[in-house]
């Protein structure tokens, strides 16, 4: 008698969960996408002042200065936009605004055609506000 075990069905069954698996998960994943800049990032020069999205700590929107809501938020920039199509729009975020008003804030310029967005980041050693696309 041979006692032995078999262990071919396990690997055809291993096979077809990987299968699986690759299949799915690029469906469960949901997001914007941003292209992120490297952690040693030099700072960028911007040839025109562009517009500058400003996330207050309560949740609130300015654009240049203005206060606005959601939908006249979404609306002016797709004014800038029509003006200007490959402008970039710049975010500034307080340090105390949660990420949700960030990725809120992000979607409203992405619905309204911004495809360039650059954050506007300070460096640890520095004071100066450095921008980064």
Not at 7 to 19: C, E, F, G, K, R
Not at 29 to 54: F, Y
Not at 89 to 94: E, I
Request: charged share 25%.
């Amino acid at each position: 008698m041979n006692a032995e075990i078999n262990v071919v069905p396990y690997i055809d069954v291993m096979l077809v969960l990987l299968i699986i698996f690759m299949v799915t998960a690029p469906l469960m994943t949901q997001g914007i996408d941003v292209d992120l800049p490297d952690a040693n990032a030099e700072s960028m020069t911007v040839p025109e002042d562009p517009p500058t999205l400003q996330i207050l700590a309560d949740g609130r929107y300015k654009l240049n200065g203005e206060v606005l809501d959601e939908s006249a938020l979404g609306a002016k920039v797709q004014e800038l936009m029509a003006a200007k199509p490959d402008q970039m729009v710049l975010v500034n975020g307080d340090k105390k605004v949660p990420y949700e008003y960030v990725a809120r804030g992000m979607a409203i310029l992405r619905s309204a055609g911004a495809t360039k967005i650059g954050f506007v980041t300070e460096s640890a050693d520095e004071a100066t506000p450095r921008k980064r696309p």
